[in-house]
């Protein structure tokens, strides 16, 4: 099997192993207003993202080592961003309406689609929880520029 196949193989393994992975619902009952319940951006991130990004969000999860183009560094986005973190782009990459080249031609999975497809986020609403709260943490990990 060429190296190729087994990238695209194990980058796939990785994606199924994230949207049969179990609800990632946090917080206690009752912490939300309206007894909803609220989901942990960091659950999600681990879920959904670490397998390509790492655990710290650096580029360097497990999945990495085979993708052409390394994942991103998101905890440098700010950085990136002259200091200010894009929580609006942000959400658009997360949710599939900005184009982020991953390995090749290929793309980030579009995560809005499949949180949409999911069991536990069938509407809207539950979808836009999940990406914001992981935008949320996202925009926690952020290493700050350096003070002169």
Partial sequence: MSAMKTSARLLMLAALAAFT?????AQPPGAVPSGES???GKSVFTTYCASCHGESGRGNGAVAVFLRRRPADLTQIA???KGTFPSDRVFAMIDGRQVVKVHGDSQMPVWGDAFAKSATDSDARAVKAKIDSLVEYLESIQE????K
């Fill in 79 to 81: 950085i990136r961003n």
């Fill in 38 to 40: 609220r989901v942990s």
């Fill in 144 to 147: 700050r520029p350096a003070q």
């Fill in 21 to 25: 992975a179990a609800p990632v619902w």
